[in-house]
């Protein structure tokens, strides 16, 4: 109780970071006055907080963010969870994974991609890897978390999701294979579910602050079962950036997801026979929504999939070869080292370190 009591603290009073940057804004109002500010600012201490001051550190903001600075390999985290700091300026960036934000109470604006929004508490926007967004909560009263997965505990939580045909199939089978046309989903749960959701939301926070041997484990299962309680629950409210009437962005889909199915054998020739498309098209096709020709795109696709059953499944190294549809488990061994630069068994022992 008293560690749920120093949560719920941790998330209500502002911090010495967020007093700072309200001091910045409330500045911003004048040219006078936030010429005034700057010149006060401590630059080292600056520096050592790593505070985000555009006009005197633009060298400090992360704009690219990667898996690595939140997740090295000797502390065995899975989960990072943080309250985004209040009257932080903004600033675009994007990382290689996805992110969820969760609107705990009040309100913010992002903008994602090109897109500028309004939310409110209790909702939550998943945003796809690559794409840039900002955040913006310049008030006292809202506090909004970010939750961040390492890449390889993202893909077991949702795999089950990329399996199917509607849209969060492909919101999450587009991020795993690099391929994103949808830049966010988001859920707007409401008044109806609210106290039960900040709860899962606090005790998740709670593990992320009060570390210890059981909490990454504990973190996986509550943010699983908080998220999928969102999109059972909440399916009806869902919104994103796809458009029903974008007929290239069904196409795209519809290859997509014939080559997932089929990739032990597939062809360019296949695909294009398969739905009518000259080859040349087809190509052309693949290459717009992934950046990559055919063979390249099928290659990587194959190497995302032996990553999944090498964390996932007990299989040899044989077995995944042959569902992989490689002639013989060397030839599969060889295009895993040139891709990952280690053997496959190399890369499970390693990975199951983590």
């Known amino acids: 109780m008293n560690d749920l009591r120093k949560t719920l603290n941790q998330i209500i009073y502002l911090n010495q970071d967020e007093q700072f940057y309200k001091d910045y804004y409330e500045a911003s109002a004048s040219h006078a006055s936030l010429k005034k500010f700057l010149s006060s600012v401590d630059i080292e201490d600056a520096i050592d907080r790593h505070l985000v001051i555009p006009e005197l550190l633009p060298e400090i ?61 209790g909702d939550v926007i998943f945003i796809a890897p690559g794409i840039y967004h900002t955040m913006e909560v310049f008030d006292d ?86 998220n999928a309680k969102i999109m059972r629950e909440h399916h009806d409210t869902m919104e994103s950036s796809y458009s029903e009437n974008d007929h290239r962005s069904q196409e795209h889909f519809m290859v997509m997801s014939y080559i997932q199915e089929h990739l032990t054998t597939v062809t360019l020739t296949d695909v294009a026979s398969h739905f009518g498309f000259s080859t040349s098209y087809c190509s052309r096709l693949i290459k717009s929504s992934t950046g990559q020709g055919f063979n390249e795109w099928k290659r990587m696709l194959r190497m995302r999939h032996a990553e999944q059953m090498l964390l996932n499944t007990k299989k040899s190294i044989s077995e995944i070869s042959a569902s992989l549809g490689y002639e013989n488990p060397e030839t599969f061994i060889r295009a895993f080292k040139k891709e990952l630069h280690m053997t496959p068994s190399k890369y499970r022992k390693i990975s199951r370190k983590l």
Not at 102 to 120: A, E
Not at 196 to 203: A, D, F, Y
């Open 61 to 121: 903001i992360s704009y690219e963010m990667n898996d690595d600075e939140y997740f090295s390999e000797n502390d065995g985290r899975n989960v990072f969870i943080s309250r985004h700091n209040r009257y932080t300026p903004a600033f675009m960036h994007r990382h290689d994974f996805f992110e969820i934000i969760f609107v705990f109470t009040g309100k913010c604006t992002q903008t994602i991609g090109l897109s500028r929004k309004q939310f409110k508490e």
């Open 141 to 226: 009263d809202s506090a909004v978390f970010n939750i961040l997965l390492r890449k390889s505990t993202f893909y077991q939580m949702f795999t089950p999701l990329m399996k199917g045909h509607d849209l969060l199939s492909k919101f999450f089978s587009e991020g795993l294979y690099n391929s994103q046309q949808i830049e966010y989903v988001i859920f707007h749960p409401g008044q109806t579910d609210l106290i039960e959701l900040q709860n899962q939301l606090l005790e998740l926070y709670k593990e992320h602050l009060f570390h210890d041997a059981y909490s990454d484990q504990i973190m996986v299962g509550l943010l699983t079962r908080l």
